[in-house]
């Protein structure tokens, strides 16, 4: 009964958030002065993102099915205002242009709609910016294409992942990113190629994504991020190999000191983990009768890197819970119930791991203690029925229109601990609730109320105008979205949860057959000699100290240093068949 892991849906939920992180560093004026003013950190030149506004008629309007004539008199007032960084007249006036109430050709059009973006981001109304920006990365002919992709990679430090500022890169193609590759944009090559082989890993274009996230070196900040993604493609790929190096460049680029990258400790413990599970999936094939071979050896090296996973991550458990299932598949009953006990400790009183009894009761099974298996089924049962039962009627309550909604407000209300759930189920619904691509869900709603907020403190002017309207229908409208995504996305983890549990106890259910029949053949067979055979005991997990450990048997006490390092010695009740 092998562990049936999810892991790469995991680590994409709980890793690179991809990118909380890059909502950091957001910067607006600095006495006064725009952020393009200031030297990047390191003595490095800052990347002008303006720099690509100087020609209107440069180059670029050729590239398209329209070109730009001469302005009118009202959009050269707008581009004017612009460039007085007058941002909310020139806005007001810029939008005039681009619906055609000024009379400018198409051309013209499509270079205010392109200007209005900017003067949007720099009033920072960044989600009505980028919905502009989106729309001028659809359509591969508009005067300012080329244009938008420094704007889409500046937008990606300033809204969170469920913005999909990645899917509006994708509109881009790998030699459309590769003209940045030169000295003074070599920042932003970099992050153009992490942002588009997201995409390609979108899309399950693993091999096109995994040479993107090839193109970004040591000196990026999206290194470590770029790395991590090209591991799990490689995973999709059923490549083991070079998925372990590309998680291993991770490790060895934080012991090199690497800098830039948000919570060292988290990817270290990613990088582990994700090095484990990789080499444990490698480590099980199928023999030409379909019967699983296990090969020790990577079975072994898995161990040692889910051994690296800091006691302190938030990974710790999952660790010692999958180690328990590469233990159990290496016949090493005692270290597999070990970690069992520990996880199981008081210690961790809101985790959540129904299947660690699942796995207690095989071990009991395939070692012929039969009575001590069918207790322990017969315990998980007791408890997790009515659980199962709370959390389908939880879940009824959230169905017809306006369910996400609804979920998303019970999300919230889970999150703040004012969801009146019961103490049986609150902790289990709130591990359900609390991955990480839901939190920046949440995040992401936070962000467009913060962008309302400063809607309502812009000049009543900018407010009333026809810009006005635009941004806040906008902003409004990207709320009521995000809200119904993040309430789907939390009803969909909710519901998975509860069909695990349902997977765990029609497991217990079977465990129970398997020990009827195998007690009655034992029955049969005994009758069948005409005697009661005398069984030979064995015994897996001789303890033998060390210099360095010494044997402290469990009297019902935990002690916190030895949680990791419990040992259960099993007597195996099945006859030798000597």
């Known amino acids: 009964m092998a562990k049936s892991y999810r892991w790469l849906l995991v680590a994409l939920s709980l890793s690179l958030g991809a990118t909380t992180a890059e909502a950091q560093g957001r910067r607006g004026k ?15 030149k800052t990347i002008d993102l303006d720099a690509a506004e100087g020609d209107d008629k440069g180059k670029a309007e050729d590239d398209g099915p329209v070109t730009a004539g001469e302005m009118t008199e009202a959009a050269a007032q707008a581009k004017r205002l612009f460039d007085q960084e007058r941002w909310g007249e020139s806005a007001m006036m810029l939008k005039q242009v681009v619906d055609g109430e000024t009379n400018d050709d198409a051309g013209n059009r499509q270079i205010a709609q392109y200007h209005l973006a900017i003067a949007l981001y720099r009033l920072k109304f960044f989600q009505a910016s980028y919905d502009i920006f989106r729309r001028v990365a659809d359509n591969p002919n508009h005067l300012k294409f080329k244009e938008t992709l ?3 990679a500046k937008l990606a430090t300033q809204l969170p992942e469920p913005a999909d500022i990645i899917g509006a890169v994708g509109k881009y193609s790998k030699d459309q990113v590769a003209r940045f590759n030169n000295d003074q944009q070599r920042d932003l090559y970099f992050q153009l190629n992490y942002l588009l082989g997201r995409s390609m890993y979108r899309q399950r274009e693993f091999q096109q994504g995994i040479d993107l996230f090839s193109n970004v070196k040591k000196e990026s900040p999206y290194f470590v991020k770029s790395q991590f993604f090209m591991g799990i493609s490689y995973v999709q790929l059923t490549k083991s190999a070079p998925a372990v190096r590309a998680f291993q460049r991770i490790i060895d680029a934080l012991d090199e000191g ?9 990817m270290r413990d990613l990088a582990n983990l994700s090095i484990a ?5 490698a480590s099980t094939k199928l023999d030409q009768n379909n019967v699983p071979k296990i090969d020790g050896q990577k079975i072994g090296y898995a161990v040692q890197y889910w051994n690296q996973v800091d006691v302190a991550s938030e990974y710790w458990l999952d660790a010692l819970f999958e180690q328990s299932w590469a ?13 069992v006990h520990t996880i199981q400790s008081p210690y961790f009183p809101n985790s959540f791991y129904p299947e660690a009894d699942i796995l207690r009761a095989v071990i009991y099974f395939m070692t012929c203690q039969y009575d001590d298996a069918t207790s322990i089924v017969a315990k998980f ?27 998303y407000e019970f999300l919230i209300a889970v999150r703040d601990g004012k969801a009146n759930l019961s103490p ?6 709130k591990i359900a609730l609390s991955d990480r691509e839901l939190l920046r869900n949440i995040e992401y709603v936070a962000v467009l109320d913060q962008e309302l907020e400063r809607f309502g ?23 009521t979205n995000a809200i119904r995504k993040a309430g789907e996305l939390a009803r969909r983890r909710y519901r998975r949860n509860l069909t695990e549990l349902g997977e765990h106890l029609r497991s217990a259910q079977k465990i129970i057959v398997d020990i009827t029949n195998a007690q009655r053949k034992k029955l049969d067979e005994e009758i069948e000699a005409g005697r009661w055979s005398q069984e030979d005991a064995y015994e897996f997990g001789q303890v033998k100290p060390d210099e360095e450990h010494v044997i402290w048997p469990f009297a019902d006490e935990y002690w916190r240093d030895e949680l990791g390092f419990y040992r259960q010695v099993m007597q195996s009740q099945c006859g030798s068949g000597k």
Do not use: C
């Open 424 to 429: 049986a189920v609150e902790p289990i619904v």
């Open 457 to 479: 403190t812009a000049n009543k002017g900018f407010q009333n105008s026809p810009v006005g309207a635009d941004v806040e229908d906008n902003v409004k409208l990207a709320k």
């Open 277 to 281: 599970r990789t080499l444990y999936s």
């Open 381 to 407: 049962q007791t408890r997790y029925e009515p659980i199962q039962k709370e959390l389908n009627a939880i879940l009824k309550r959230f169905e017809g229109e306006g369910s996400e909604q609804k979920f």
């Open 258 to 266: 690497i800098e830039g990258v948000e919570d060292e400790a988290r």
């Open 150 to 152: 420094l704007w889409l």
């Open 30 to 44: 600095k006495n006064g002065k725009d952020e393009k003013s200031a030297p990047a950190k390191g003595g490095k």
């Open 327 to 339: 233990y159990f598949m290496a016949s090493d009953f005692p270290r597999a119930l070990g970690n």
